[in-house]
């Protein structure tokens, strides 16, 4: 058989399955009717927007998994989000593709842009589309990345999406990725808990410019608040697997609401109590966290003492006095020795 009957054989055989997919979609898109589940690909343009995304740098050709393809710069209207073709329109591409894929030349590799771990079509939405029905895994392509520590995984929600977008919007108010480059992502998952954390972090800028006498960057505050408030208590909460242990109330927490959620109670109590509240350390609160869902608490837990974790502006001020001493303490040692050389 020539190469042109060859190609025209498979070209006919993807005019065929093309048909049969346009049944698929009408029946998977009436089913995402009645269900509320969106069917469509990600609009690569509104996430860009959505979550701030500036910089950008070639990575090289890949395999990537076809499963980790989520959305289109251009086309996302026109396949379902399990990339089958919509539109009738598409049969005639569609079907030359199926017989290109099928011939010994292959298709070339196709251009993605990569955010987080999820990817978006540049070029090639009928590749991807015909790599996927014919039971292919992954797919070469050119990668594009775009830097983020925003969490952006395939299958998100709207409601995830959203979280997504406050977190970049946290982000750029707080200037945590420039202050703390290598800083750990901050997953919350209701969005607007982003901005009672934006309060703890004002809270401590007010502490630190009291005890300093004048005003910090937002740069400084919020590397301050990362590396002597929330990575402490977060090191806590991994160090007993408090998530783990409380994962028979199918908790839906991420670390971020649990930090979130224990500092609110710490501070609401130090509020209401003073110096006698019930509870005043974040190991503590972790404690009657246990033991209000009936989970069994590490003995060395209760043992802790974390004095790392800074809880109050009681406690802020007077570690950073500490700190200031120490520093102050540093530079009078360093005038010291150049006077006696």
């Known amino acids: 058989m020539s190469e042109d009957a060859n190609f025209r054989t498979f070209y006919n055989e993807g005019v065929y399955k093309f048909q049969a997919i346009q049944n698929r979609v009408f029946w998977q898109e009436l089913l995402s009717h009645l269900t509320g589940r969106h069917s469509e690909l990600m609009n690569f343009d509104e996430v860009r927007s959505r979550l701030h995304l500036h910089e950008e740098h070639y990575e090289g050709v890949r395999d990537i998994p076809l499963e980790n393809i989520v959305g289109s710069v251009g086309r996302y209207k026109d396949f379902t989000a399990t990339f089958l073709p919509k539109n009738s329109k598409l049969k005639e591409r569609w079907s030359r593709v199926y017989a290109l894929a099928n011939s010994q030349e292959g298709p070339p590799p196709i251009e993605l842009y990569k955010v987080g771990d999820a990817y978006f079509v540049r070029d090639g939405n009928h590749r991807v589309s ?5 039971g292919a895994k992954t797919i070469q392509a050119h990668v594009v990345a775009l830097p983020t520590t925003v969490p952006l995984r395939p299958g998100m929600s709207e409601q995830q999406m959203e979280a997504a977008e406050a977190y970049a919007n946290f982000l750029d108010e707080t200037g945590l990725t420039r202050a703390v480059t290598d800083h750990e992502s901050i997953e919350l998952t209701v969005p607007a808990r982003y901005h009672e954390l934006m309060g703890h972090i004002f809270l401590h800028e007010r502490v630190l410019e009291k005890l300093w006498g004048r005003a910090l960057t937002t740069e400084e505050v919020t590397a301050d608040w990362y590396h002597s408030i929330y990575k402490p208590a977060i090191d806590l909460i991994r160090k007993y697997d408090v998530l783990d242990l409380v994962r028979g109330r199918k908790t839906q927490r991420t670390e971020g609401d649990l930090f979130l959620w224990l500092m609110n109670v710490l501070l609401e109590l130090r509020h209401q109590y003073g110096e006698e509240a019930p509870v005043k350390s974040f190991s503590e609160a972790i404690v ?28 802020v001020m007077t570690e950073l006095r500490k700190r200031r001493a120490q520093e102050l303490g540093a530079e009078d040692s360093s005038e010291t020795d150049s006077a006696i050389t």
């Open 288 to 315: 009657s966290y246990l033991e209000s869902g009936h989970a069994a608490v590490p003995d060395a837990l209760e043992h802790e003492g974390d004095g790392s974790v800074l809880l109050t502006r009681t406690q």
């Open 130 to 134: 015909v790599a996927r029905q014919l």
